[in-house]
């Protein structure tokens, strides 16, 4: 089972850009489909975007689309999530996980944490004004 480690948060200003990485010891990703999860204070964790392991077709969350990008780096078994035009409702802890279905969930809507699991520590994005 993958260990992942999540890494690039950081504090921005509104429209600012941060990339995000997502990378795993112990197993590769490469078999995996990867979600991007966020949690603001007091909210419930939710998915932000994901691409699936066969074919690295991509699904994002409307308030995050045309912002954000998700991509795997197969070589380096790295998987980033690129946020741009970033705003203070983006701020939060990001997450990434591997699916549960052993690389055969389909990223046709958003990821829920209950399909997912081997969570980070998650990295910290504030966006403040």
């Known amino acids: 089972q993958p260990r992942l480690v999540e890494s690039g948060g950081g504090l921005v200003q509104p429209g600012g850009s941060l990339r995000l990485s997502c990378k795993a010891s112990?197993?590769?990703?490469?078999?995996?489909?990867i979600g991007w999860f966020r949690q603001a204070p007091g909210k419930e964790r939710e998915g932000v975007s994901c691409?699936?392991?066969?074919?690295?077709?991509?699904f994002y969350e409307d308030a995050v689309k045309g912002r954000f990008t998700i991509s795997r780096d197969r070589a380096s078994e790295t998987v980033y999530l690129q946020m741009n035009a970033l705003e203070p409702e983006d701020s939060g802890i990001y997450y990434c996980?591997?699916?549960?279905?052993?690389?055969?969930?389909?990223?046709?809507?958003?990821?829920?944490?209950?399909?997912?699991?081997?969570w980070g520590q998650g990295t910290q994005v504030t966006v403040y004004s």
């Open positions: 996980a591997v699916d549960r279905a052993l690389g055969t969930y389909q990223c046709l809507a958003a990821p829920s944490p209950g399909e997912f699991k081997s």
């Open positions: 112990g197993v590769g990703l490469r078999s995996y489909a």
């Open positions: 691409i699936s392991s066969d074919d690295d077709t991509t």
